[in-house]
């Protein structure tokens, strides 16, 4: 459990499918943006699942840290209802210290000191949200704001 959490990005293919079925998926809808889509990965259920960092916003100021959000400073946010499975071939690990964009650089190195710094909290919150989808479906205001793993891992599966 204490291995180093990196940051990745997943390939823009494999964003597109799954977005097809599940609206949380951030999606570039016309293909031309150049925002790439960064997160973690961790393993749930023996599989590699990412989970999405999305830049701060001062919405999230106020906003309290819960079980499927967390804040990582003032860089950015984990929504950890948001994340998918995803297969070992649509997984880029970052190489941050070649980023071009000097600012774009210390900002994703700041995000990985402050990951690591929280690595065993987020990955037991991981683990807490996929259990909680799992036993209770859309019973609950929690599993109803989550992904629908157990469809994100049969359409992983025939990817």
Partial sequence: MNKR??????????????????KHIFSHKDGKSNRKYIGIVMEINGMKYFAPLSSYKDKHKKMP???DFIKIKDYAVINLNNMIPVPSDQIIELDINKEKDLSYRYLLQAESREVNRQKNRIRKN???????KMYNGNTTALAKRTNDFGMLEKLCGKY
């Fill in 65 to 67: 840290e819960t079980v």
């Fill in 126 to 132: 991981a683990e807490i949200v996929y259990s909680h």
């Fill in 5 to 22: 959490i990196r940051i990745y990005e997943i390939q823009y293919e494999y964003i597109q499918y799954l977005s097809l079925y599940q």
